[in-house]
């Protein structure tokens, strides 16, 4: 069981940065694969990032929209996740959401994941 609290957000301006935190409980955190979405209003939630256990080498991987402007990175001894977002859009407006897995494919889908936060919202002003 891993219960996932995020942090972090908040409005910006264009161009700007923010860094949202994904804080998780429970033992077995290090053996998830964790994974970043987002949910703007009237749509589907969306893949943002997703990062391996291990967090070695390529184990990163990013939705086309974010690749070059945005970082995950994880924490494993401090059961911690973020997601540094710099040169942010207004289109990156949304709620943006952690989630843990335990899969290793597909892992831009949202079924693939068993456990998610609450969220925190995102707002960039033009």
């Known amino acids: 069981q891993v219960q996932l609290v995020e942090s972090g957000g908040g409005l910006v301006q264009a161009g700007g940065s923010l860094r949202l935190s994904c804080a998780a409980s429970?033992?077995?955190?290090?053996?998830?694969?964790m994974g970043w979405f987002r949910q703007a209003p009237g749509k589907e939630r969306e893949f943002v990032a997703n990062?391996?256990?291990?967090?070695?080498?390529?184990?990163?991987y990013y939705a086309d929209s974010v690749k070059g402007r945005f970082t995950i990175s994880r924490d494993n001894a401090k059961n911690m996740m973020y997601l540094q977002m710099n040169s942010l859009k207004p289109e990156d407006t949304a709620v943006y959401y952690c989630?843990?897995?335990?899969?290793?494919?597909?892992?831009?889908?949202?079924?693939?994941?068993?456990?998610w936060g609450q969220g925190t919202q995102v707002t960039v002003s033009s």
């Open positions: 989630a843990a897995a335990a899969a290793s494919f597909f892992v831009v889908l949202p079924s693939r994941y068993d456990y």
């Open positions: 429970g033992r077995a955190f290090s053996s998830y694969n």
């Open positions: 990062i391996r256990w291990s967090a070695g080498t390529g184990s990163t």
